[in-house]
């Protein structure tokens, strides 16, 4: 074992920051962890004239990322500077060179997770990616290790800090939905493009890397159904309330049988689910395990010092896998073929609001619509409108199979009695698991 480990950055933004601040900070604790001093010696940044927040000796600072990469003194890389398809590049010559990687790239995980992981594997390095998902909460490792012995059956995810922050703000504050996103970006959770946060993608990159390890399967971001918040609106937030509903963006994974779904998409939670209360800019995730049963694990999902806590977990990991020797042998291929569910075979109860022209029969044309499709009610709300001859109504349904559901759909909006489709919504978390 070498007197100190020395680990190399791309990129010192707000989560790099972290990541030298907690090194140094907190040094004492690490050395006591592992054995010895871990120490930042090549940082690869765009601007080396920039001021930065941390204490760095100038040389340690490069425009060149194989000046980090083949340096033969750096063990661990850390990358921690974005980007996908040239960042792939970077860290699969940086394992080639036989040196473990950590990072935060939920981008570039949730696409080349599995190969990288290979390359890692044959090249006897670690490649973890703790901080990928859920910043600052150690779900990754939860699965991996602390439910290992378990079978998973369902995760839920809150897994986008800027939506949750959103929905929240427009729920309990009755803010705009415009104004949350801007206080979201102000705030900094939300993406350089906010599109990634409001449309769901960023939440499905980390729903697929999720369920790949909880269901041991190859599942690929193309395998998670994905919609986003931006029409949600502050009537369905309300109809939502009256209901005993909360408004997330839900991160769906469940398998039965061998045979899987992913999803994110807006839904109402049942507020005596655990996730309805998490709130603000936080994540949790909620996984049932056949012989657990329900667990949740919540915390920051983004932020400088709380994801940077799970890329300096990471690289203890690695320093403890070095000194005894066996980096590079966690199982990287997956134990099983992947298979998805069809629209047969996924099940859920869903929402509906719409407009209905107030008139006799109006109500049965509903009614044999929904029971051709075998879609049974659950709960019916009528409203008055202002609109003269209008009438609302909002129904959730039993539990139905998403392809009778999209043949609903489709028919519904033929019907003479629909004035018009409002909103349709998945509705999760009532009663056991
Ligand atoms: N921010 C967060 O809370 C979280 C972030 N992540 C992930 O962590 C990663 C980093 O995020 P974050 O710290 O917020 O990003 P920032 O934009 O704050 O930092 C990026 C850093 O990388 C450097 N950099 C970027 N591109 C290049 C390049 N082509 N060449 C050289 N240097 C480059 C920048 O240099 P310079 O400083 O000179 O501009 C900067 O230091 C991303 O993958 C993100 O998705 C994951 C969880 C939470
Ligand atoms: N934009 C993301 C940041 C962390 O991954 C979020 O809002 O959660
Ligand atoms: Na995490």
Redesign the pocket.
């Known amino acids: 074992m070498r007197d100190n480990v020395k680990v190399g950055l791309l990129g010192l933004g707000t989560v790099g920051t972290g990541v030298v601040k907690m090194i140094q900070n907190h040094q004492e604790q690490l050395v006591h962890r592992v054995g010895c001093p871990v120490e930042v010696t090549k940082v690869l940044v765009k601007d080396v004239e920039k001021k930065r927040d941390v204490e760095l000796s100038q040389d340690s600072l490069t425009l060149d990322p194989y000046d980090v990469i083949n340096d033969p003194n750096v063990d661990v890389i850390v990358e921690v500077m974005g980007g996908i398809d040239q960042t792939k590049q970077y860290l699969l010559d940086a394992l080639n060179q036989k040196k473990h990687v950590v990072t935060a790239n939920?981008d570039l995980v949730a696409l080349y997770g599995s190969e990288l992981s290979k390359a890692a594997a044959e090249n006897g390095c670690d490649f973890y990616y703790e901080a990928s998902v859920a910043?600052g909460i150690p779900i990754i490792r939860g699965l991996a290790d602390g439910l290992a012995s378990d079978k998973i059956q369902k995760l839920m995810g809150i897994v986008?800090?800027?939506t949750n922050f959103i929905l929240t703000k427009m729920n309990k504050e009755g803010m705009s939905y415009d104004v949350a996103l801007k206080e979201a970006q102000d705030l900094g959770?939300?993406?350089a493009d906010p599109t990634s946060?409001v449309e769901g993608l960023?939440a499905a990159r980390k729903m697929a890397i999720l369920a790949r390890l909880a269901f041991s399967m190859n599942i690929e971001l193309d395998d998670v159904d994905v919609s986003g918040i931006s029409a949600v609106s502050d009537s369905d937030l309300k109809h939502g309330q009256t209901l005993g509903y909360t408004m997330k963006l839900i991160g769906y994974a469940d398998q039965s049988d061998a045979r899987a779904e992913v999803s994110v998409q807006p839904t109402f939670l049942s507020n005596d689910h655990p996730l309805a209360a998490v709130n603000d800019e936080f994540n949790a995730v909620y996984v049932y395990g056949e012989a657990v049963g329900e667990t949740m694990f919540y915390g920051p999902?983004?932020g400088s010092l709380p994801t940077a806590t799970s890329i300096v977990s990471d690289l203890v990991a690695v320093i403890t896998n070095m000194r005894l020797g066996v980096n590079g042998q966690s199982i990287s291929a997956p134990q099983f073929e992947k298979q998805l569910k069809t629209a047969e075979e996924k099940y859920a109860k869903y929402f509906i609001r719409l407009h209905v022209r107030d008139e006799v029969g109006a109500f049965s044309e509903l009614t044999k619509l929904f029971s051709s499709n075998s879609i049974s009610f659950e709960k019916i709300l009528q409203l008055p409108l202002d609109e003269e001859g209008v009438a609302e109504i909002v129904i959730v349904t039993h539990k139905a199979s998403l392809e009778n559901y999209q043949k609903m759909q489709e028919q519904i909006k033929d019907l003479a009695v629909v004035h018009s489709i409002e909103s349709f919504y998945r509705v999760e978390g009532e009663g056991a698991k």
Do not use: H, L, Q, R
């Open positions: 939920k910043g986008n800090g800027t959770f939300a993406e946060d960023d999902g983004a």
